[in-house]
């Protein structure tokens, strides 16, 4: 079965860091761009973070650069989103998805369940 396994959600305070982790199993990452998708409570999906499958191309939201940071590992077929000075408004769910267009792709043939990431004191 192919899929994305996201993981490194939890419970932060504000400051604070996380590292978000996407494994492709069953497929190979290489071939992919990379994007990593947030939802908020109430809110609509919004794309934080981007990386092409030849790594030409990054993007990132205008609410998260500079604190945010995508990569990928090919030899491990994981994908990571380095996430520093947290704020309580990053927080949501975080799918990661894989799509053969550039960024950002109109659309992804692989989706994450998601990872929950909160942040509060």
């Known amino acids: 079965q192919s899929q994305l396994v996201e993981s490194g959600g939890g419970l932060v305070q504000p400051g604070g860091s996380l590292r978000l982790s996407c494994t492709a199993s069953?497929?190979?990452?290489?071939?992919?761009?990379i994007a990593w998708i947030r939802q908020a409570p109430g809110k609509e999906r919004e794309g934080v973070a981007c990386?092409?499958?030849?790594?030409?191309?990054?993007r990132y939201a205008d609410s998260v650069k500079g604190r945010f940071t995508i990569s990928r590992d090919n030899t491990e077929n994981t994908a990571y989103l380095e996430i520093h000075n947290l704020k309580p408004d990053d927080t949501a769910v975080y799918y990661c998805?894989?799509?053969?267009?550039?960024?950002?792709?109109?659309?992804?043939?692989?989706w994450g369940q998601g990872t929950q990431v909160d942040v509060s004191s």
């Open positions: 069953g497929f190979t990452l290489d071939y992919y761009t």
């Open positions: 990386l092409s499958s030849d790594e030409s191309d990054t």
């Open positions: 998805a894989g799509g053969k267009q550039g960024c950002w792709p109109d659309e992804y043939d692989y």
